[in-house]
């Protein structure tokens, strides 16, 4: 029964009929079929004939064709054996790797390299788990792989935090993390009409190009402030950082003038500062801090 899921117009039902594949709610397998949608995807992903790419969640393998066309391989990892089975059967194409696996536990770095890859600029794609989003992504943007860029479809409310701005109700800790590491594009919305089957939620593709931090203070501490910023929203920020500035020797008197002198009101709330505040306010915490 061996098919290129390329020739097949309507790939995912006729699959799924003809392996007579189960869905397992345990993974959060929703396909994608729609040839337009997949298509917009790998494009927005601007990949070049040199480049590798890394696919989370192969599912069916439809997008994972459109990427194989547009870029030397692509090594797609998928946890669900079952899939794996058909996907061996369907995808036979020397540029792409099947790996069966959990994504948050294989080696990524050690996969890229078994599938020939010696430096070439490399690519985060994927169809994300909605349950796993944020560590994927997160490992893609923080891990030992250095990924030109990360084209990922996520839930809708997921990319609205993703894309937040200061003062806003999604604006927190992910918005800060992701825009540490990268510019934040906004692709498409996609419908959850457009899946088989379809899931309880709309989708969306963002882009997220890699760059390097765009602010000065070291990444650790400026954590550390930013997680205490945002641990009780309804705080003031001079309360909120009060236990971590004592944490660090620094009195409360020290933390007032510090407040004093940036640019905000100290009975402001950490939802308000954008990044560029939290490196400045983390930086001035560290002078204060006992050598």
């Known amino acids: 029964m061996s098919r ?12 799924i009929r003809d392996y007579q594949f189960r869905f397992k709610k345990r993974f959060g397998q929703n396909f994608l079929g729609d040839r337009n949608i997949l298509n917009r995807i790998a494009e927005s992903a601007d990949l070049k004939n040199i480049e590798y790419v890394l696919e989370i969640g192969t599912g069916l393998g439809t997008l994972t064709v459109e990427l194989a066309k547009k870029s030397c391989h692509v090594v797609t990892i998928e946890v669900d054996y079952d899939l794996v089975e058909i996907l061996q059967d369907i995808l036979r194409q020397d540029n792409i790797t099947v790996v069966s696996g959990d994504a948050l536990e294989l080696d990524w770095r050690a996969l890229l390299l078994a599938a020939g890859w010696r430096g070439e600029t490399v690519t ?3 169809n994300l788990p909605y349950y796993l989003t944020t560590p994927l992504i997160m490992r893609a943007l923080e891990g030992d792989v250095r990924f030109r860029q990360l084209v990922v479809m996520v839930q809708k409310e997921v990319a609205q935090r ?6 806003s109700k999604d ?28 899931p309880d939620v ?15 203070a070291p990444r650790e501490p400026m954590f550390f402030v930013i997680r205490a910023a945002f641990g009780q929203r309804r705080k003031t920020l001079r309360n ?13 008197t020290a933390l007032d003038s510090v407040l004093a002198e940036s640019p905000f009101d100290s009975r402001a709330r950490g939802e308000t500062l954008s990044l560029q505040d939290f490196s400045d306010l983390t930086e001035k915490l560290l002078i204060q801090k006992p050598s």
């Open 162 to 167: 993703i894309a937040a701005e200061p003062g």
């Open 171 to 198: 604006y927190g800790i992910l918005s800060l993390a992701v825009r540490y590491h990268a510019d934040i594009t906004t692709v498409m919305q996609v419908s959850r009409r457009a899946f088989v089957p379809s």
């Open 124 to 126: 985060f794609a994927g």
């Open 240 to 252: 909120c950082l009060k236990p971590l500035a004592r944490s660090w020797g620094i009195s409360d």
């Open 4 to 15: 290129n899921m390329a020739a097949l117009p309507s790939s995912v039902q006729q699959v």
């Open 202 to 216: 709309d989708s969306t593709v963002i882009r997220l190009d890699t760059v390097e931090p765009p602010v000065s």
